[in-house]
């Protein structure tokens, strides 16, 4: 789902999460919003997992949550960052939690085997949106569900459109709309997605300080075709000025569209005929649309 020169490079992103392990917390004031919103909608679901994987963990907090939250099950940490995964030990002192570095797009964990995957804005650092949900599928439990959020197209709208007045290079990884994150879903053979959008605005007194906080969270530049130099000075004033039309009561948004999502684990055939289920089109996805 990527263009040329808007591919993602692996080594790169986990590079840079490693080394913003240590400074994650501090800064992803967002990250943790989304993510116990996403714990919270679990209220919503009459449901007993017997094993629960937080995939994309970051420090752990959702694993260390989810185990609290349902105290018999299995609970695994998966994270493709070891820095990260140091972090989320660190902080479970109990050792409740299993830990597992491993790629997104390729789980050393049995088929079926999953009754939660457990997601929070992992999905926007994989370059390939159907590999990802083909291998959760394979993991997943039929009847086990997937619970996700990840980016919208709108995310981080003021900086990219800064950026583009001031070079030609990439310099906002691209994300899925919608529309093809369902899309995506259909083709994995997950049946009953419910996707909905909220949106949030972060606010700075200028925007190196928004580029301090995404540095800091690990969300840098992944993209191939991101400069390989220093950026220049007067490119940086390009960027500053141009976001400076933005500023309203003094200060400067940065817009995060975010989109939630889950959907149930494909079931067999001979299960969907006695249930009356066989598939599910696009156009019947549910959605909800929200600011805040």
Known sequence: MSNQGHQLDAAAIRRHHDRASATYDE???????????????????????????????????????????????????????????????????????????ADALELPLPEASVDLMFSNLMLPWCDDLDAAFAEIARVLQPRGLLTFTTFGPDTLIELNEAWHEADDYTHIIPFADMHDIGDGLIRAGFVEPVLDVLRYTLTYPDVLALMRDLKAIGARNATTGRPRGLTGRQTLRTVEKTYERHRHEGKLPATYEVIFGQAWGAIGRSDAEQDGEFSIPVSAIRRRGKSL
Not at 78 to 98: I, N, Q, S, W, Y
């Open 27 to 101: 800064s992803a004031v967002l990250q943790a919003r989304v993510r116990q919103q996403l714990i919270d909608r679990l209220d919503w679901i009459a449901f007993e997992p017997a094993f629960i994987v937080d995939l994309g963990c970051g420090t752990g907090h959702a694993a260390r949550a989810l185990g609290a939250r349902w105290p018999g099950a299995r609970v695994m940490a998966v994270d493709f960052a070891a820095g990260m995964l140091r972090e989320a030990a660190r902080h479970d002192e109990a050792m409740r939690c299993e830990r597992l570095c």
